[in-house]
């Protein structure tokens, strides 16, 4: 769960998913947690600094799936960027072989 608190886009990346919900936590654990920071205490596992409103806190609770399911789920992410890595790659190897292709044929106008 440290992992999760400390990484907004992985936070995000498993809401999307359905790995877990966040809520908003209401009035009075806002002000217990806002204590408990300027008390220099550590916020329970599941709670998370607001990233839209400043002394807010949000709770991050894990949907109940399955050991496989969210292992699929897990799966399907991964392939999701290795998919973005692979269009990437892709991108960046046409790009080469065009700079290749142009710098011979001027090369070879050069030579004339």
């Not at 877990?20 to 806002?30: A, K, L, P, R, Y």
Request: charged letters at 20%.
């Amino acid at each position: 769960m440290h992992v999760i608190n400390n990484n907004p886009l992985l936070r995000e990346e498993l809401q999307k998913a359905g790995l877990i919900s966040i809520q908003e936590c209401t009035d009075e654990e806002n002000t217990l947690f806002d204590a408990m920071v300027a008390a220099n205490k550590a916020l329970p596992s599941d709670v998370v600094p607001s990233e839209t409103y400043l002394n807010k806190y949000s709770r991050i609770t894990p949907c109940d799936i399955s050991d496989s399911g969210e292992l699929n789920m897990i799966v399907m992410l991964l392939l999701r960027h290795v998919q973005s890595i692979k269009n990437w790659v892709t991108y960046f190897g046409v790009l080469s072989v065009l700079s290749m292709i142009l710098t011979i044929v001027l090369l070879l106008l050069k030579l004339r």
